[in-house]
């Protein structure tokens, strides 16, 4: 009987031990996965619709492939959209951005959509 309580009691105790770790582990990429979309609604309300798109078609998407420094700099490492225009005014307008909200991030992708209402 004293076997089956000291068995049982160690199976518990490593149970709610590796459930513990699994919880810190998960924690950190939470964080890294909201302070990403945190930057990424900042960029987004920070690029406007220029006046020269009047249409609403895929070739107004821009996928940039950007990160974020400690200062708020947006980095630029790859752009491409159908829309050479909107390419370059993106371009430009990442280039020149600096965000408030100071969160380094790694690369990560941002799709922008242009349509006009």
Known sequence: M???????????????????????AAVPGNVEKAAKENVRREIMRNITCPDFVNTNTEVNDVKALVSVDKNGKVSLYEINSGNAELKTYVEKTLKEMNLKSVVPTEKFVIVVKFRVV
Not at 2 to 24: D, H, N, P, R, V
């Open 2 to 24: 004293k076997k089956t309580i000291t068995t049982s009691l160690f199976i518990t105790t490593y149970f709610l031990l590796m459930s513990a770790f699994g919880i810190i």
